[in-house]
């Protein structure tokens, strides 16, 4: 049995967070974003597509300094294994150079994507660069990168919802649950 209202997949293990503690712990962060870039008049949220959108959205409308929003598109998963390759599918449009940049994404595994893009970003002149995740899965960091602004440490299990997806599945869910994964192999093959 799993725990999650009214979900039609049934590879939804158990609610890791729920709709409420997202909602407070990003606000704690728009605020702590806020007080931080309280003297920067050129702040940019940087999103990687497509696992972010939910969150800077959310982010975005707690921090309250005027700033401008932009998007890379880069992909490292096929279905639930990271390949260490990244691929840039669509870079940012805004010219980086004396921009206060945050580099937002959904969730760190082995950290290849945040280790990668921050490299590529710091060669692009920013005025300053910080990263800014959502989930973070400690155990599973193959490089050695740091968090500036960090959701929530979970466990070293495959997740969905809040923009998270399984093979495009799961995004739309308010909450983050645990995926079955022997269950969604099994599902799949039917
Ligand atoms: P990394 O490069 O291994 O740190 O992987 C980061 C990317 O992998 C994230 O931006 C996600 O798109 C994806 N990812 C890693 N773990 C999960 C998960 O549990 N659920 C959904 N996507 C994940
Ligand atoms: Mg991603």
Redesign the pocket.
Known sequence: MNNAPNYPYDFIDQVLLTQERIEQRVSDIGAQITYDYRDSEKLLLLG?L???VMFITDLMRKVHRPLTMDFMS????AG?V?T?F?RIDSDHKTNINGWDVILI????????????IRKLLLDRKPKSLKVC?L?D?VD???VDISIDYLGFE?PD????GYG???DEKGRNLPYIA??NLAKYTAGKSK
């Open positions: 990687l497509r696992g972010s880069v992909s490292s998963y639930n990271s260490g990244i994404d959904d969730i760190v595994d082995s950290g290849y994507t945040i280790y990668t995740a989930l899965k599973k960091h193959k979970i299990e495959f997740v969905v998270l997806d399984i645990s995926v």
